[in-house]
């Protein structure tokens, strides 16, 4: 049952992004483009998924021993500090975003809708992944 609804939640995020425009490249492109032809609907999306969000989100940071509806534990992060790392990580991932139009969870509804170029970026994707976990040894 719990993989069912993962498939059935997942389902409907994928459907959630299509319509939103957020697997539409050239929409993030032009969201992202504040002194050309910036469209700020995807702001919209973003406050839409942060209303949802936010209480769920509110329960479990507060909550002691934080855990899902099936019972079973959320490991929150505990490391709260800003470093080089983090400035750097957010930087890579912005700057790739920027240049690509594509944020990491619409990459793969990309491939559904028959943009198989956006495999480019996912194997650009998984090798940033992997070369993280080599430096940081995770």
């Not at 059935?8 to 490249?25: A, I």
């Not at 769920?56 to 490391?79: G, M, R, Y």
């Not at 920027?98 to 559904?112: K, R, V």
């Amino acid at each position: 049952m719990k993989n069912f609804l993962a498939f059935v939640f997942g389902s409907l995020f994928s459907v959630g992004l299509m319509f939103s425009g957020m697997s539409n490249p050239q929409k993030v492109i032009d969201f992202l483009d504040i002194f050309g032809n910036w469209d700020a609907s995807l702001a919209f999306v973003m406050m839409g998924a942060i209303a949802v969000a936010f209480i769920p989100f509110q329960k479990a940071v507060h909550s002691s021993a934080p855990t899902t509806v099936f019972n079973e534990q959320i490991d929150l992060p505990s490391n709260n500090k800003i470093d080089s790392k983090l400035i750097i990580g957010a930087l890579i991932f912005g700057a790739g975003w920027g240049i690509a139009g594509i944020c990491p969870a619409p990459s793969f509804t990309l491939i559904s809708l028959g943009h198989y170029q956006v495999l480019y970026f996912i194997g650009a994707m998984l090798a940033g992944v992997l070369i993280h976990r080599k430096w940081s040894g995770a």
